[in-house]
């Protein structure tokens, strides 16, 4: 019974059968120049229905702070969301790729930002160059606490930004699972809602080592290259990565495991806001469930072979937690065990 | 005929079976706390016959750039050969993980540099802080040209550096090839002459994406995993690259490719020399041969179908290259067919 | 009527005497290593009654930036108050010079920063190597809400940042005022109660361009010469600095300007809280006054020339301003006309 | 008998005077906004005849790193010459100032740079991202071999820069020094000739701190007070660089100081050319001499207190030097005694 994170798990035998495929081939270019990650762009083209430029990468921390640094420069400043992963989950990466930017957290309950958040931030910016520039806003579109944007947030963040002379990126660790859960166009929650840069995730949900930063403002794609080379992000052997995201893509499947894995957050949300004594704090919109567990149901629950993070009582504002409780968080993957779900809400 | 680099080929099968083995668990931790890249740890340590630390990271450039940062400030200076890969090949990747060090290339015509070069370097290092600070010393084993350093030359490189505080950092992209070529222990051409950290290259050697940075001073390994994070470097699903390198040292299988590509390096080398029209201007030590190519024959061999890169004549010194001259790379792989080379000297 | 900032004043007269008497020799030797310069450290290391090791820079700024480079690493996390200058005032600037550093704001009431927030902060760094490594404790002494550490409480964040193997520094752009508003001896507040690295600033107290880093700790300040060049930091007639520096110590006068400061703004603060209207919501404990002021008084203060800045009003935390009140900042100077001081209070 | 270099010399008379004027005024604007820097800004635009953005700074080694950092992204390359101050004088500070760019410092005889010089170095970037990118041409023009760039030399290395997407950068530590020498107008040998950014020295020729970043390309200053900024550059008083900047410019003091340092230096290169013992291997364009002393001469020098700086005999190319002769360098002031020069003649 692993909850810990979308990544325990491993390969979908789809993609690893793609991997299998393609060392079939006797040789390949090298360094990104081969044929099956040129078709990966297009194929992520299509799935996006636009015009785009596909860069993969070896990390999401890698995908964020290199999409971050064609859009900020380095006496520039990212808004973002107090616990989202660039602020607090990748010992100052984005600060290396930027050149020294500053990333900026504002506070909120659910995960999301809001654009008189980022408004009131920017009032304190009255300094000129005391302050640094105003440069982007970086979302989490399926967030670090399992809510996920919808549209028309993302939208009114994008006029904000536009506005401010600001780009707009999203961190997409989970993006198919954002995807699934508003049933809507990858388009639509993307360049359509005004996302400049995606950082596009496929290692929690199936790939073995799959990030791509997608540009889809053109301009900001065009030294990447040297970008990612210079960011140590380049593989000799890219073509692994274009199977993987080829296969990725094929038939839906990225889609498909999101689906699932939503479905069994979904189950185990509902099956544990029944139980008296557990309360969920906040809304299962994808993979992710977070509930304030009593402690002793939670010693129970480890005892039982259970594995999932404690998660900062912080984000649950002043007063939100009792003495003898637990903020936990329980990650649901695309290959989760239906039987791990129902074994835990049976403890 | 693919003779352009020995990336061009694909993953040795015991690899992609152990990738495939590794994927039969349901669940692992992530970021590098698994048991596979554990026990790679154990089983590296076993193969140089000392403890070490050992961090498995994306690329070879990141590998070079993240050991030199753990042991050049940015205010220091790396002394390494003109054509070193990280001097020419990597995009000012060096200065980002340094945070802004010197590469100081001194020249020679063999790729390999020697104690009298630094030495003389050195002697313009007299202006107190307006020098950076010497730092490192870092040489590829298999170099740039296709030689290989000898235990002796390392260690008089290694005793320079230590008389002057500085590290010693070897790439080892092709340290397979290097070990292979020497007939040495692996702990002979590296901790025992001197090696305070090793870029160890697997990529090209038959794995898919399986660089390690090897510390053998202990020391320089206190804050690494901090150094790795923010370089975006690690892997959410560190096991793949566990699998893959307990693959690649199990029955030495990595020493085997490399026999099997420095031994079809020297038959093609042997059968080129043989021509009257060839020269051979670099000894062919490891995998790699560097020839004079007539260029009626050049263009033969390319109309023919084979690949190869031509390389810079400056390499060759003043007056190394007559007009209807070409200077050529052939990389040989563990995987290159014989025929392809039988083909190659026919033609 | 100008109290928008202490530096809108000159140089002292003293001062600007030291300087012509350092034009009258011939030459001096450059960069840092002339007679003048070495016996300011000296002069500096007996007021500080200890060993210690003083470099001048250009402006607090790369003071703040470059003593935290000397302990801090680019994968590092520095704790100060919210409003720190280094946080907000300094466009990035300690990122610049650390390699990338995370600025930490912690928030307060009265510009003080006190172990039990580090230590909440801390609780959050449970993440391994995806969270910065905390690595130095920052305060400005005479803080940017014009209130002043007590010795005891250096000493109780000293504690703490030992303990948890952090450094700490001090940004003493007006360490003169609090020197004067603490009536302690300089070693007092700074080496003895814990300070490891100071920014000395004198340009605010009556110098034209003299701050130093000073190094209690001299282990800190190994490289630093290399670090100051690298900063573009190093004037090559430092001799003027040096010149500064001794005449700001001689007789006192660094301490009889601070003082003369503090009385004014003393003499303000108290003039100002008789009013019915004016409110001071935090104390003055040294050069500067904070007060919230009626905004048809603001409107009269500013149609008479008073200059002086709106301050943030986030700083008085939650319900602290009314719709019709004005947040403001006054500064003194050693320079500041009592009558100004009285002007402004008949107003 | 101080020839060691231009800043061991001190104020002019006239610009100390300056500063005491400055002075005088009981406040004014800090942080650049004063009515002294803005006049400095227009006259240095009557001076060069065009409309030009002013940034002063507090070294010519910031001056430099952070010009090129407003045209050289962190992964691209600046074209110098081998001696050039950026390549080996600022201890990693363009590093630092572009986050990372390459300095390529390329070879010749005389301290300057050729086209094709720049052009062989870019052949061998040929492949793709994993070079830097070519993003600027620096040239010294006063260079550190006391040689002086004519106006067609620039044009070429402009015409080059252009065709290429590079932009033009102009050390001027010894601008003033340049246009005496050429006698043109400053235009001529700056923006006319094509450079986009210029680093204009004023400490070396009279001032006491400073440097300005002068931008004839006005693009380039869009955020550059952000980068001064960020860099710790921006002094509180300004007002102080200011009055330097008009005293220096006001009636031609400038000139006239850079003409009296040029002709002494004639005089001191011509008086040592006629002794048979003496080589001068480099013609004396400005205020430098480098000559080639026999041992004993050099020994004679010294023990009768001469100070000047034994010069690297790389400059000279292979068999430049004979086992008993030195390679010095005189360099000569505005203030340098005439007797000074004649004494050192007599010995």
Redesign the interface.
Known sequence: M?F??D?????HPKI?AA??A??R???????GYDDLTKRAEEKLAGVFGCDLRMFC???????N??ALSAMV?????VFCHAEAHIA??????P???T?????IGVHSGNGKIAPAQIERAL??FN???????PAAVSITVTTELGTVYSVAEVKALSALAKAKGMGLHMDGARFANAVAALGCAPADISWKAGVDALSFGA??NGA??LEAVVFFDLKLAE?F?????????????TR?QGAQMLAYLADGLWLENARRANGLAKTLSEGLAKKNSVRIPLPTQANEVFAVLPRALHEKLQAAGAVYYDW?P?CLGPGGLAEDEVFVRFVLSF?T?EEDVEALLKL
Request: glycine share 12%.
């Open positions: 692993n810990a994170s990544n325990v798990y491993g390969v690893m991997l299998e393609a060392n081939d006797a040789t390949h270019k090298s360094y990468v070896a990390t999401g921390t890698a995908a702070g290199l420069p380095p006496y520039g400043a607090v989950d990748e010992c100052n990466s600060e290396l790729f050149g020294g930017a500053k990333i009032k304190g300094k000129g160059e005391h302050d640094p520039k290692t929690k073995m080592f030294d290259t040297y970008r990612r080379m210079r960011g140590g992000q380049l593989f000799s052997k692994y900062s912080e290959a065990p």
